[in-house]
């Protein structure tokens, strides 16, 4: 299985734009890149996907590079509220579909 | 939108009982999984199911055993509880993908076991 590499630990003001990045240098060609966040004492909550194009949402951009072996999610204007762990992962297509392996992830603190 | 409940939210066992953990999701998901989560660490997959009346192994799946008789609910069970079973246990449910389109995993809120 494709594995992803994150930071530890990233640190941001409040207010600026935060880059979170993931490597995954040996995702398949079928393999979609989803992040997920998880909050103090919460479970995990989806944030963003993508597959080679760059996503947007209300709560995210995702940039993938182009040969798709790192992506970045970018957080545009960091509050309080987005300090938690963030996990990127790999989730395959057809019959690995189903697969979704979390990592340790980043821990994103945000300064006030 | 109820989503995805984990039934209960906080349980102590005393070593050697027996308890179950229900997940009950309400969005029609195929997919069903269960994982644990201790401190400082991410999320490891116990079991996991990809319909109704199947169940696989997932990474961590000794001492754990699960059922999914009805499409709705995924149960987590503990025969004989363990101190090392003590953790945080999330449940997740997930449509297939269809149409080319990949899909997003819905979490439970946790529950959260003592083993003493």
């Known amino acids: 299985d494709a594995k992803t590499t994150q930071p530890n630990s990233m640190e941001s003001n409040e207010e600026e734009p935060v880059h979170l990045p993931c490597n995954h240098s040996?995702?398949?060609?079928?393999?979609?890149i989803h992040w997920y966040r998880q909050l103090p004492s919460q479970g995990p909550e989806y944030v963003i996907h993508?597959?080679?194009s760059n996503v947007n949402n209300r709560m995210a951009s995702l940039a993938i590079a182009e040969d798709r072996k790192s992506s970045t999610l970018i957080l545009h204007r960091a509050t309080l509220r987005d300090a938690a762990v963030y996990y990127c992962?790999?989730?395959?297509?057809?019959?690995?579909?189903?697969?979704?392996?979390f990592g340790k992830g980043t821990l994103l603190t945000v300064n006030p | 939108n109820a989503g995805v409940t984990q039934t209960p939210k906080f349980r102590v066992l005393k070593t050697g009982q027996s308890m179950t953990l229900l997940c009950a999701q309400d969005?029609?998901?195929?997919?069903m999984y269960w994982y644990r989560q201790d401190p400082g660490m991410g999320l490891r997959l116990i079991h996991y199911?990809?319909?109704?009346?199947?169940?696989a192994k997932g990474e961590v799946p000794d001492g754990y055993n699960v059922s999914r008789l009805k499409k709705q609910n995924f149960l987590l069970g503990l025969e004989s509880a363990a101190p090392s079973q003590t953790s945080v246990y999330f449940c997740?449910?997930?449509?297939?993908?269809?149409?080319?389109?990949?899909?997003?995993?819905?979490f439970g809120q946790g529950t959260r076991l003592t083993v003493v």
């Open positions: 040996t995702i398949s060609g079928t393999d979609y």
């Open positions: 993508g597959l080679t």
């Open positions: 997740a449910s997930r449509k297939v993908m269809t149409g080319g389109l990949n899909t997003e995993a819905f």
């Open positions: 992962i790999l989730t395959g297509s057809g019959g690995s579909n189903y697969k979704l392996t």
């Open positions: 969005m029609n998901h195929e997919y």
């Open positions: 199911s990809v319909g109704e009346g199947t169940t």
